[in-house]
Structure formats: structure tokens, C-alpha cells
């Protein structure tokens, strides 16, 4: 009882399902052959086992060796212990091991509500005051028109903060309600019954479901109603100090329109009139006409980019908030065209389609085109005007990509697919690596190979401590969680943990915060400091992606 935690091993802190792969990895120039598994509560030795000969060099250098344990089912709380070397932290072996991290990795977009008051009912300790009711809203000079001049005060309420900000962001916003009523689409039984406790699971509509709208009904009030145009954000000038949402009462302005969030909502609202058809009925008509009318502007307005910098600098006040200034769109096209073909079967969005770039790329906030092509794929039984080499080529391209992950995680010394290339390590490299493992589902499903779960686990057993910082990356959750992420509602409660089931950004080599870091090294470029916006910071683009992954595989993997 009296061994230490060892630094050295290095595993998911959260835990493992009987019949899955369970790894550790163990950092260590010292020759230890063997390890054993002891019982959390009665110390017993239940397991022993080989350490594998084969060593591969972590970024640092630091060679690592994998002890397997995969075919112990026991289920119950355990530890990994190396004689000489010390013990592992403690984990689960369960069934629906990851169900209470997958709800709450929802319930973290209901922290992040804004124009509201939380209550104890369903926020606990971290109920809290309303903060920014966006009830009066000012037009920004960038984004003054005929009818709509100088002066004018609009309310734009609700939606989620974009991240450690309380800004939002009609580009993030897109690709984060994609990811999430992508979940819903591909797991509708599962969120049923799926209790989030937020104000409205009283109601019979699914939880996920009536949190996404609370985002929505922000975005809608983000399209300019006479010519469909959509702005691009909704900020403050400057970011405000690390306070209360109360305390943040800054003036907030909508920011000019753009080609990027007027396509990113066209595809969002043509997902939503599919999804919400049966639960609400007239919502999923406001939503396609908006979506229908998001495209008629895109159309007459092909290519107006988000020029943060050059196009402020006859504005008064200039905005410095994110840009999300994309500057590519093509695949901004690919997702709305697919989106609006899917829920209204129309040809004029095949068209866009037909001769489209269909290279596998990560979905992004500034790459979108997979959003689309994996809801062709999801819905490619009732899109028969498709031609099937068009689909096969989609999902070849689908399963080529996969497949390089696997080659990926067998060359890593964490043995998982984020990693593989060096370019995984941006920032938000977590939601990268969240981004990696629905890909890997996808293919699970398309070909029925067991060994793209195994992989996209893999990539879930890194954020959740196999990897190069000991970290479990998620708040609340694992032995050694970021205590300090930038996430103003966080720190300004210093007396609370932070807010639990954020997953924070990652390791960023990048270090764009100047904040101080342990290590240069890619993989270790993470400090759990307020400060470090670059790597400890939250986001709903980088929520929605690991909300998807936990999620998904309970679906899966329920009992
Ligand atoms: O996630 C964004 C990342 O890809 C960019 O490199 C970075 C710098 O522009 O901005 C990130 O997004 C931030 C946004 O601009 C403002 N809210 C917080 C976001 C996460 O850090």
C-alpha cells in the first residue's frame, strides 16, 4: 500500500470496457520485464503480465515499451503497478465506463449558455447570475447597410460562448451544432433517454436536442431577415478581463457579414429542419427558409472574406476578438450544398457537388467539406439521384485516410493515432486528435473492422492520460486534471473547480501565448495555467468533437 505514483505510466485515468483494448505505457531506459494489476480496494494481485520487447522513442527521445492487458475482463477499480518503478493511477474496468463523462461532456454547452441565469437545480455549485442578455446589440460600422444604418440596436440573445471568450462566433458556432446533431443523426436511440438535467428535461424532446436549439435560436437571429446575409460575429471590440458574466458588460457589436458563417449556417439549418421535423414541426420550416435564404445571398456574394485586420482599420471601434478569418471557401460550399441537398433533394445543390474536391480533409473550423460528406454518407439510402461511383469514391477515400491512422497509432509511442504526424500538434491539437477518432468510428461502421474502434479508442485513451504530459485533458475527470483552464467562467471562481467536461485544448508547440511551458517538445507544449490560452484554453469546437467521440462509442459500446 505504501507505493507511489509513478510518473513513468502513463494510461487512460478514467478507464477501460472488459471486452476492449486496454493499454499502458510505460517511459523508462530501465530493463522492468513484467507488470501486474492490483485491486484498487483489497490490494489483491488479480493479473500479471509481460511488458512487450519492442521499445519506439517518444518526441523527447524517452524510449517506451506497452503493457497489455486486454484480456483482463474483470470489471471493478484497479492499478498497474512495475516493481521498482511504482504504480499507475487508479481506473475502471466497467460497462458504459465512459457514460458519466459522455453526459457531461454535453452538459458542458449548458454551462456555456449565455443570456441566462444557471440555478443550483441543474448548475451545483456553479449556478450563477445572467450575464449578457444581447437584448440591445449594436450594428458595427463594418456592418452597416440600407436597412440596417448607423446606430441601429438589434437583440441577438442565447447561444453558447464560444470558449474562454464570451463571444460568439457564427463560423464556430457552425461546425460545433454540425458536430453535435451529426451525433444525434447517427445515435438517435441513444439520446432518447439521455438525461442531461437542464431546464428543459422535464419535457419529452431529447436533452441534446433542446441544447442545441438554445443555440440555434441565437443563430437565427444572426441572418439579416431582408437579404439572408449572416454576420459574422457577435463581440465585444477587445476580450474582457477574466470576470463574471455580469461583470462583462462591455458593449457588443455584430460584426459585418460574410461568405464563410452565411454558408456555415446555410448547411446548420438545413441539418436542423431534418432533425427537428417530428419534435418541431414549424421550427424545421423557419430553419430551412433560412437556410434556403442563407444560400440566395451566398450565391449573389460568393467570395466576401473575413478580414479581420486590413478591413478594421477605418473602423471605429476596431474589433481584435477571434477572427475565424477563413480564406478558403470551397469547402464551405461543399458542406451547405450537402446539407441543403440531403434535406431538400433539390439538383441545383447536386450541381455544386458533383465535380467538388472530395479528398479526405479533418473536419476544422476552416474545413468543413467532410461535415457534409459524412452526412451524404449517413443519408446515402435516400439520395438515390447520387451516383454510386461517386459515393464509393467518397468512402474509399473515407477508408484510405482511416487507414493511415492505423499505421499511425502501430509506429507511436503513445500506440495511438493522434501523434502520427506532426501537424496533429496545433491548436486545439486535442480536438484533432477528437477529430481523428470519428473519422475512425465512420470506418468502424463502413467496413466493419474491428480495428478502427480499437484505433479511435486509442485516441480517446490519449486525451484521457496515454500520452506525453500525464494528463487526463478533461476537467473533473481523472487523477490529474487541468485545475486552471482559460475559461473565464471558471476563474472568476477561484473558490470552485473548474467547471467539469471541458476538454481543453492540448498540446500546441505554437505556444502563441508567450505563457510558460514545461517542455519545447510537441507533444509536451501544455501548461495548466490560466494564462495559456493556446493550450488550456476550452472551446464549443473542440467540445462538440470529443462529445461526439465519448458519446458515440457508449452508443456503440452500451450495454
Ligand atoms: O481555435 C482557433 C485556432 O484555430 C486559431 O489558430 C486561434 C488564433 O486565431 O484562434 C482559435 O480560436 C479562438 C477564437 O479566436 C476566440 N475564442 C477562443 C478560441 C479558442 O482559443
Given at each position: 500500500d505504501n507505493l507511489k505514483v509513478t510518473e513513468t505510466i502513463r494510461l487512460n485515468q478514467v478507464g477501460f470496457y472488459p471486452d476492449e483494448q486496454k493499454l499502458a505505457v510505460l517511459l523508462d531506459n530501465?530493463?522492468?520485464k513484467g507488470f501486474y494489476l492490483l485491486?484498487?480496494?483489497?490490494?489483491?494481485?488479480v493479473y500479471e503480465g509481460p511488458i512487450s520487447s519492442k521499445t519506439s522513442p517518444t518526441l523527447s527521445g524517452i524510449p517506451s515499451r506497452i503493457a497489455d492487458?486486454?484480456?483482463?475482463?474483470?470489471?471493478g477499480e484497479f492499478e498497474l503497478i512495475i516493481n521498482g518503478l511504482g504504480k499507475s493511477f487508479p481506473f475502471q474496468i466497467q460497462e458504459e465506463v465512459y457514460a458519466e463523462l459522455g453526459r457531461a461532456s454535453l452538459k458542458a454547452f449548458y454551462f456555456q449558455r449565455a443570456s441566462t441565469s444557471l440555478q443550483e437545480k441543474e448548475a451545483g455549485a456553479w449556478a450563477r447570475q445572467m450575464g449578457h442578455p444581447d437584448d440591445e446589440v449594436r450594428i458595427h460600422a463594418s456592418a452597416v447597410s440600407e436597412n440596417r444604418p448607423e446606430g441601429t440596436v438589434l437583440a441577438s440573445p442565447y447561444g453558447?460562448?464560444?470558449?474562454?471568450?464570451?463571444n460568439k462566433y457564427v463560423v464556430n458556432s457552425g461546425i460545433t451544432v454540425g458536430t453535435l446533431l451529426s451525433l444525434y443523426e447517427d445515435f438517435p436511440a441513444y439520446f432518447q433517454?439521455?438525461?442531461?438535467?437542464?431546464?428543459?428535461?422535464?419535457?419529452?424532446?431529447p436533452d441534446l436536442l433542446d441544447e442545441i436549439r438554445w443555440n440555434l435560436d441565437w443563430m437565427l437571429s444572426?441572418?439579416?431577415?431582408?437579404?439572408?446575409g449572416v454576420y459574422h460575429k457577435l463581440t465585444t471590440a477587445n476580450f474582457e478581463g477574466m470576470v463574471a458574466p455580469h461583470e462583462a458588460t462591455n458593449p457588443r457589436y455584430l460584426v459585418a457579414k460574410g461568405t464563410a458563417a452565411t454558408l456555415d449556417f446555410a448547411a446548420v439549418m438545413a441539418q436542423a429542419a431534418r432533425v427537428y421535423k417530428v419534435y418541431h414541426p414549424e421550427e424545421s420550416v423557419r430553419y430551412l427558409k433560412a437556410a434556403e435564404k442563407a444560400w440566395t445571398w451566398a450565391k449573389k456574394n460568393p467570395e466576401v472574406l473575413y478580414q479581420q485586420n486590413l478591413m478594421n482599420q477605418?473602423?471605429?471601434?476596431?474589433i481584435t476578438t477571434g477572427?475565424?478569418?477563413?480564406?478558403?471557401l470551397q469547402d464551405e460550399w461543399v458542406w451547405a450544398a450537402a446539407e441543403l441537398f440531403i434535406s431538400t433533394h433539390n439538383l441545383a445543390y447536386w450541381e455544386q457537388l458533383e465535380n467538388a474536391n472530395q479528398h479526405f480533409v479533418l473536419p476544422s473550423w476552416s474545413q468543413v467539406s467532410w461535415m457534409g460528406y459524412y452526412s451524404i454518407l449517413r443519408h446515402q439510402e435516400d439520395?438515390?439521384?447520387?451516383s454510386p461511383e461517386w459515393v464509393s469514391t467518397l468512402k474509399a477515400n473515407l477508408l484510405a485516410e482511416a487507414r493511415t491512422h492505423l499505421d499511425h497509432a502501430e509506429q507511436s509511442a503513445y500506440h495511438t493515432?493522434?501523434?502520427?504526424?506532426?501537424?496533429?500538434?496545433?491548436?486545439g491539437s486535442n480536438a484533432v486528435a477528437s477529430n481523428q477518432g470519428i473519422l475512425l468510428l465512420y470506418a468502424y461502421q463502413y467496413s466493419g473492422e474491428k480495428a478502427f474502434l480499437a484505433a479511435a479508442l486509442d485516441n480517446l485513451d490519449y486525451i484521457l492520460?496515454?500520452?506525453?504530459?500525464?494528463?487526463?485533458?478533461?476537467?473533473?475527470?481523472?487523477?490529474?486534471?487541468?485545475?486552471?483552464?482559460?475559461h473565464r467562467l471558471a476563474a472568476s471562481r477561484p473558490?470552485?473547480?473548474?467547471?467539469?467536461g471541458f476538454m481543453v485544448g492540448g498540446a500546441n508547440p505554437?505556444?502563441?501565448?508567450g505563457c510558460e511551458y514545461p517542455s519545447k517538445i510537441a507533444d509536451e507544449s501544455?501548461?495548466?495555467?490560466?494564462?495559456?490560452?493556446?493550450?488550456?484554453e476550452i472551446a464549443i469546437n473542440w467540445s462538440a468533437p470529443f462529445a461526439y467521440l465519448v458519446n458515440a462509442v457508449e452508443a456503440l459500446e452500451g450495454k
Amino acid at each position: 500500500d505504501n507505493l507511489k505514483v509513478t510518473e513513468t505510466i502513463r494510461l487512460n485515468q478514467v478507464g477501460f470496457y472488459p471486452d476492449e483494448q486496454k493499454l499502458a505505457v510505460l517511459l523508462d531506459n530501465e530493463q522492468a520485464k513484467g507488470f501486474y494489476l492490483l485491486d484498487h480496494h483489497t490490494k489483491e494481485i488479480v493479473y500479471e503480465g509481460p511488458i512487450s520487447s519492442k521499445t519506439s522513442p517518444t518526441l523527447s527521445g524517452i524510449p517506451s515499451r506497452i503493457a497489455d492487458f486486454s484480456d483482463f475482463r474483470q470489471v471493478g477499480e484497479f492499478e498497474l503497478i512495475i516493481n521498482g518503478l511504482g504504480k499507475s493511477f487508479p481506473f475502471q474496468i466497467q460497462e458504459e465506463v465512459y457514460a458519466e463523462l459522455g453526459r457531461a461532456s454535453l452538459k458542458a454547452f449548458y454551462f456555456q449558455r449565455a443570456s441566462t441565469s444557471l440555478q443550483e437545480k441543474e448548475a451545483g455549485a456553479w449556478a450563477r447570475q445572467m450575464g449578457h442578455p444581447d437584448d440591445e446589440v449594436r450594428i458595427h460600422a463594418s456592418a452597416v447597410s440600407e436597412n440596417r444604418p448607423e446606430g441601429t440596436v438589434l437583440a441577438s440573445p442565447y447561444g453558447w460562448y464560444d470558449a474562454g471568450d464570451y463571444n460568439k462566433y457564427v463560423v464556430n458556432s457552425g461546425i460545433t451544432v454540425g458536430t453535435l446533431l451529426s451525433l444525434y443523426e447517427d445515435f438517435p436511440a441513444y439520446f432518447q433517454s439521455l438525461n442531461l438535467n437542464i431546464p428543459e428535461s422535464s419535457n419529452p424532446n431529447p436533452d441534446l436536442l433542446d441544447e442545441i436549439r438554445w443555440n440555434l435560436d441565437w443563430m437565427l437571429s444572426m441572418q439579416d431577415p431582408d437579404d439572408g446575409g449572416v454576420y459574422h460575429k457577435l463581440t465585444t471590440a477587445n476580450f474582457e478581463g477574466m470576470v463574471a458574466p455580469h461583470e462583462a458588460t462591455n458593449p457588443r457589436y455584430l460584426v459585418a457579414k460574410g461568405t464563410a458563417a452565411t454558408l456555415d449556417f446555410a448547411a446548420v439549418m438545413a441539418q436542423a429542419a431534418r432533425v427537428y421535423k417530428v419534435y418541431h414541426p414549424e421550427e424545421s420550416v423557419r430553419y430551412l427558409k433560412a437556410a434556403e435564404k442563407a444560400w440566395t445571398w451566398a450565391k449573389k456574394n460568393p467570395e466576401v472574406l473575413y478580414q479581420q485586420n486590413l478591413m478594421n482599420q477605418s473602423y471605429d471601434p476596431d474589433i481584435t476578438t477571434g477572427a475565424y478569418g477563413d480564406r478558403n471557401l470551397q469547402d464551405e460550399w461543399v458542406w451547405a450544398a450537402a446539407e441543403l441537398f440531403i434535406s431538400t433533394h433539390n439538383l441545383a445543390y447536386w450541381e455544386q457537388l458533383e465535380n467538388a474536391n472530395q479528398h479526405f480533409v479533418l473536419p476544422s473550423w476552416s474545413q468543413v467539406s467532410w461535415m457534409g460528406y459524412y452526412s451524404i454518407l449517413r443519408h446515402q439510402e435516400d439520395l438515390e439521384l447520387i451516383s454510386p461511383e461517386w459515393v464509393s469514391t467518397l468512402k474509399a477515400n473515407l477508408l484510405a485516410e482511416a487507414r493511415t491512422h492505423l499505421d499511425h497509432a502501430e509506429q507511436s509511442a503513445y500506440h495511438t493515432p493522434m501523434g502520427g504526424n506532426i501537424k496533429d500538434f496545433v491548436w486545439g491539437s486535442n480536438a484533432v486528435a477528437s477529430n481523428q477518432g470519428i473519422l475512425l468510428l465512420y470506418a468502424y461502421q463502413y467496413s466493419g473492422e474491428k480495428a478502427f474502434l480499437a484505433a479511435a479508442l486509442d485516441n480517446l485513451d490519449y486525451i484521457l492520460g496515454r500520452n506525453a504530459v500525464n494528463y487526463c485533458y478533461v476537467t473533473g475527470f481523472g487523477s490529474q486534471s487541468p485545475q486552471h483552464p482559460h475559461h473565464r467562467l471558471a476563474a472568476s471562481r477561484p473558490d470552485l473547480p473548474p467547471l467539469p467536461g471541458f476538454m481543453v485544448g492540448g498540446a500546441n508547440p505554437g505556444q502563441q501565448d508567450g505563457c510558460e511551458y514545461p517542455s519545447k517538445i510537441a507533444d509536451e507544449s501544455y501548461s495548466d495555467v490560466t494564462c495559456s490560452y493556446a493550450s488550456n484554453e476550452i472551446a464549443i469546437n473542440w467540445s462538440a468533437p470529443f462529445a461526439y467521440l465519448v458519446n458515440a462509442v457508449e452508443a456503440l459500446e452500451g450495454k
